[in-house]
């Protein structure tokens, strides 16, 4: 079974930074691809940030230029760096992944809020 863990949510202020991270468990997987996406109340689930095997990385509009996604291969495990938070970027925050003989994964979420 492939469970993924998110960590490091939590309440930060306007301008403020969090790292999240998110570490696979269980059966060890290969995965062609990692990365993060976001569901604020009421609203459609996002990508923030997607990273492949092959080291390339994408990201969602309301992501670029302020943060960065990084890969463990060894441990499959994803990081999203995010600085200068805004109030909009309050959402439950979700690790993917992609296994190309397991499918597609989802983490339980973590949540994260940006509120002075």
């Known amino acids: 079974q492939v469970q993924l863990v998110e960590s490091g949510g939590g309440v930060v202020q306007p301008g403020g930074s969090l790292r999240l991270s998110c570490e696979q468990t269980g059966s060890i997987v290969s995965f062609s691809a990692m990365g993060w996406y976001r569901q604020a109340p009421g609203k459609q689930r996002e990508l923030v940030a997607q990273i492949f095997s092959s080291g390339i990385s994408n990201y969602g509009d309301s992501a670029k230029g302020r943060s960065a996604i990084s890969w463990d291969s060894g441990e499959n495990s994803v990081f999203l760096q995010m600085d200068n938070l805004r109030p909009t970027d309050t959402a439950v925050y979700y690790c993917?992944?992609?296994?190309?003989?397991?499918?597609?994964?989802w983490g339980q979420g973590t949540q994260v809020t940006v509120s002075l």
């Open positions: 993917n992944a992609i296994s190309p003989t397991r499918g597609t994964h």
